[in-house]
């Protein structure tokens, strides 16, 4: 299939949006953004773009933004592991996906890439990897975030089977540039490249650059099987040798002392006081804590298989991120996540 025509694409001013936005505009394709009126845009300067300002929690906004337009990557997410109100996660994913589905069903979109995540993949009954057939319902995953993408999946899922022309893809856990926020991931590789963990839990995660994520999206609008679900990911790595990794390219000393989980859920909760307080987001989340129970280790030879990628190996990803924040003043910060460079929230 050869993409021509304009792309809208959703939460292009968080992390995966603005990749899959690069990945476009790198081809040459018309693109179009819809972002709210405070969305930062730092980060895409030098990208051909046409913005269109709204708010996809209003169906008249989503409805403005896909008139014209032939494709849509719909990667807006509100992804956040702690909100005072966590019923606020799961409205907004859940509404955002449902408008968006539904104006691009009226306005006759050809064809559509929706970003789930893995966590859809994985939760409490799950033995073994992840793969495509691993669904789980809302009540089997941990936290607002991963209940949210449960949802909202099933609406773009029967969505599907009543005919919309839609691809879902399951990126697993991306990690690289322009990080803005950035990303719970992300304020690990912030916190670990500033020396400022003291330790780690017994974990795992499955690691991918971020423009290999963004070109997964780019196959699955081309290649992908309409109605079907791919896993974009990378390799599967313990959270241990993931900060050894990041030490090495920060240069700093790694962590050795591992903790057991149920040790750090004190400190979680009194983080989570403090937040309820000031309002800012803590590093230690009670639901992080509890989804590092499940390794997060996932296959991805579907899209290998079907879609034709395969993904470069993590460490370079950690290089990028490392390089990127650390010429961005993360690294080294006392707040990580409240540095002026990153103020303003955006959704990634």
């Known amino acids: ?3 021509s ?37 730092s980060h895409l300067e030098g990208l051909r773009i046409e913005y269109a300002v709204g708010d996809l929690r209003e169906m008249p906004s989503a409805e403005r933004a896909v008139q014209g337009v032939r494709y849509l ?35 006759g979109v050809e064809r559509i890439v929706y970003t ?14 992840a793969d495509e057939t691993t669904a789980q319902g809302p009540d089997d995953v941990v936290g607002a975030y991963k209940r949210s993408k449960v949802m909202a999946e099933r609406i773009v899922e ?16 991306p990690i690289g540039p322009c990080d803005v926020r950035p990303t719970p991931t992300g304020r690990i590789i912030v916190e670990a490249a500033s020396g400022r963990m003291p330790g780690y839990v017994d974990t795992g995660l499955n690691l991918v650059h971020v423009d290999d994520v963004a070109e997964g999206h780019v ?28 030490a090495r390219c920060a240069g700093v000393p790694a962590p050795r002392l591992r903790i057991p989980r149920l040790a750090v859920f004190p400190v979680a909760y009194a983080a989570e006081a403090a937040a309820r307080l000031t309002g800012r987001e803590p590093f230690a989340t009670v639901d992080g ?32 991120a490392v390089r990127w924040f650390g ?9 990580a996540a409240l540095a002026p460079s990153r103020a303003v929230k955006v959704q990634p």
Not at 291 to 320: C, N, P, Q, W
Not at 327 to 335: D, F, K, S, T, V
């Open 73 to 107: 990557f719909h990667a807006a997410a509100d992804y956040r592991l702690w909100a005072r109100d966590p019923r606020q996660i799961v409205e907004n994913n859940v509404q955002t996906t449902r408008n968006v589905m539904a104006a691009a069903r009226r306005a």
């Open 289 to 320: 804590l509890r989804m590092a129970k499940y390794k997060m280790f996932a296959t991805t030879a579907k899209a290998e298989r079907e879609l034709g990628i395969v993904a470069r190996h993590y460490s370079e990803a950690v290089e990028d």
């Open 5 to 41: 025509g304009k792309i809208l694409v959703t939460g292009v001013s968080g992390f995966v949006g603005s990749a899959i936005a690069r990945a476009l505009c790198k081809r040459g394709h018309q693109v179009r953004a819809l972002v709210r009126p405070s969305s930062r845009r």
């Open 219 to 246: 196959a699955a609008m081309e290649r992908g099987r309409t109605g079907e679900r791919y896993i974009l990911g990378g390799q599967n790595v313990f959270l241990s040798e993931f900060l050894r990794v990041i």
């Open 1 to 3: 299939m050869d993409i």
């Open 158 to 173: 029967q969505m599907a089977a009543e005919g919309l022309p839609v691809v879902i893809v399951n990126p697993t856990t």
């Open 116 to 129: 789930s995540s893995i966590a859809t993949l994985i939760g409490k009954k799950l033995e073994g990897l």
């Open 327 to 335: 010429e961005h003043g993360y690294i080294g910060a006392r707040h």
